[in-house]
């Protein structure tokens, strides 16, 4: 059965994209056939492989558009407020997936750094929430709220939740990181996943060839702990 | 005269609270009545200072719902919608502010990473816009778009518009910052601020402690950056 992922955090810059990038890429690498939606109007998503934003077709937005709850005329960054005022808004994104669900092993869903509509709708359509957290003390500090917000959206739309936090942009040269790392594994306990993934400049080079991470620099730390991550959630929750 | 300073960006973690929060510390150590307000339904630059977010009696919700034009039993992030179907929506931040301002010598405040009705309140009520980029390629990549939509936000609410462009999280040990420095510099020229804030663990560090990095570690050179910023924004445009 396909397994959809939502990679989300109201916190900036914790690496949502990155992850969602090069998991999609670990998992076609594996064989899988992977959707990979970038819910963010910003775009790092599609820049990140190489696309150029303005010159798309279709986006995302399209295929919200479909469900005809929204007009379809305005961009993503339009669908916030659009949405915002139609009934049952927060499963417009469940139900256009539902249509494509079948054709693939897993779909990827990288989210925009807040809690609005959209997220709420990645929240709703998926299975498993990985939530990246940076391995400082702002992104720790938002966590507690994150989690009690996913946990009244997805028991308001009936589905089964289940998260799992992981820790990014970790720094092995200075003790932050590893309190962080620290003090997270004491109040979320299995929660967190083990795998914790380094800092590594070749990864924030990687968005500016239009390449992932794992491709462009393969045997890079980073690139390393990507790849034992996919194998860790196939054996796990995607192989049920 | 007050000056209104707004620190906005719609990528993530670009270094907006850090440097509203420092900036607000050195003016204030300049003897300069400062009030900072923060924008961001997360609260990190309340955290910064070592506010607990849950025993605040008041926020700058109550402030906007003074204006008589939204109902005041939200939160802040419940301002995003509720603002969004109001008339005259992106005045209520400068009309607020227009009771305060005069007792302050500057006012700062800190946008979330978006661009919904909260960041165009803040663009609309300042005079002059930070906008703190990442020394990163995604962080570089969105901002030709943010720059687009900030004019018209200005244009539409037909107030004079400037921007000054920070570049933060520099790396001296990697080439990526210094390319992305490099490409600033010539795409944006004056508008780029000469001065760009180092990534020092220190920084980092300080919301831990609930106390600003420039005070936390004096020393550090970000907080050296900071302190040279804020003279440079004394001399130009804060001292008209
Ligand atoms: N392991 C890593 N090592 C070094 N740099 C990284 C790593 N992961 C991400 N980055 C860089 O850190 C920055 C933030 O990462 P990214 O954009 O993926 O975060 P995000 O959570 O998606 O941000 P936003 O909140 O804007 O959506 C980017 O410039 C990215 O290239
Ligand atoms: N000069 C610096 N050196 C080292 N770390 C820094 C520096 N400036 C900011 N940081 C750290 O980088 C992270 C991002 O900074 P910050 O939270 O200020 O960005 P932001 O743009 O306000 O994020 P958001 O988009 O979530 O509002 C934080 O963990 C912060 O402590
Ligand atoms: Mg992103
Ligand atoms: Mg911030």
Known sequence: PTMILSFANNKGGTGKTTTAV???TALAQLGRKV??????????????LGFQKSKLLYTVYDALAQSKRIAS????AGAEVELSSIPGRE???REALAVAR??????????????????VNAIVACDLMIVPVQSEFLSMDGLPTLLKFMRIVKSRAKTDFDYRILLTLF???TGLSKKVVQQLR???GDHILKIVIPR???MAEAPSKGIPGIIYSPRNSASEEYRRLTKELLEGSLAD
């Open 186 to 188: 004491t109040s979320f």
């Open 91 to 93: 499963f417009v994104l």
């Open 35 to 48: 959707l990979l939606v970038d819910l963010d109007p910003q775009g790092s998503t599609t820049v990140s």
């Open 171 to 173: 720094d092995k040269r």
């Open 200 to 202: 590594s400049i070749r």
């Open 73 to 76: 005329n305005l961009d993503l």
């Open 102 to 119: 079948h054709k693939y092993d897993a779909i990827l869903i990288d989210c925009p750094p807040n809690i609005g509509i959209l997220t």
């Open 22 to 24: 090069n998991l999609a």
